[in-house]
């Protein structure tokens, strides 16, 4: 039971490099693992090197082991058709966050 009270959301850190045309080169930087309890609340949080002209782009994806990404939320904060309500995007200046409230044990895998 223990092990069910207590499941580890795995996150991948990523730093990736993004070309804009009239911006240049955009670095963004995502946190590490996080952890939660069942029925407790996550946030995942990116930064970006500076403010991003056009944040419509920006897209949060969950992967299972072994399994297809799944696209989560788009334009920054529209949830894919599907997602429950308990996922939630967000953004201030240059900073990006995924909110996953009410953790269930299915939410354990790689969030990008």
Same mark, same amino acid.
């Given at each position: 039971?223990?092990? &069910?009270?207590?499941?580890?959301?795995?996150?991948?850190?990523?730093?990736?490099?993004?070309?804009? @045309?009239?911006?240049? &080169?955009?670095?963004?930087? &995502?946190? *590490?693992?996080?952890?939660?309890?069942?029925g407790?609340?996550?946030?995942?949080?990116?930064?970006?090197?500076?403010?991003?002209?056009?944040?419509?782009?920006?897209?949060?994806?969950? &992967?299972?082991? *072994? *399994?297809?990404?799944?696209?989560?939320?788009?334009?920054?904060?529209?949830?894919?058709?599907?997602?429950?309500?308990?996922?939630?995007?967000? @953004?201030?200046?240059?900073?990006?966050?995924?909110t996953?409230? *009410?953790?269930?044990? @299915?939410?354990?895998?790689?969030?990008?």
């Amino acid at each position: 039971l223990s092990n &069910q009270v207590h499941r580890t959301m795995t996150l991948l850190s990523l730093c990736v490099s993004v070309s804009s @045309e009239s911006r240049g &080169q955009v670095t963004v930087t &995502q946190s *590490g693992a996080v952890s939660s309890a069942l029925g407790g609340s996550v946030t995942i949080s990116r930064k970006t090197s500076q403010n991003v002209y056009n944040s419509n782009h920006l897209a949060w994806y969950q &992967q299972k082991d *072994g *399994g297809i990404p799944k696209l989560l939320i788009y334009r920054v904060s529209t949830r894919a058709s599907g997602i429950p309500d308990r996922f939630t995007g967000s @953004e201030s200046n240059s900073d990006f966050t995924l909110t996953i409230n *009410g953790v269930q044990t @299915e939410d354990a895998a790689v969030y990008y």
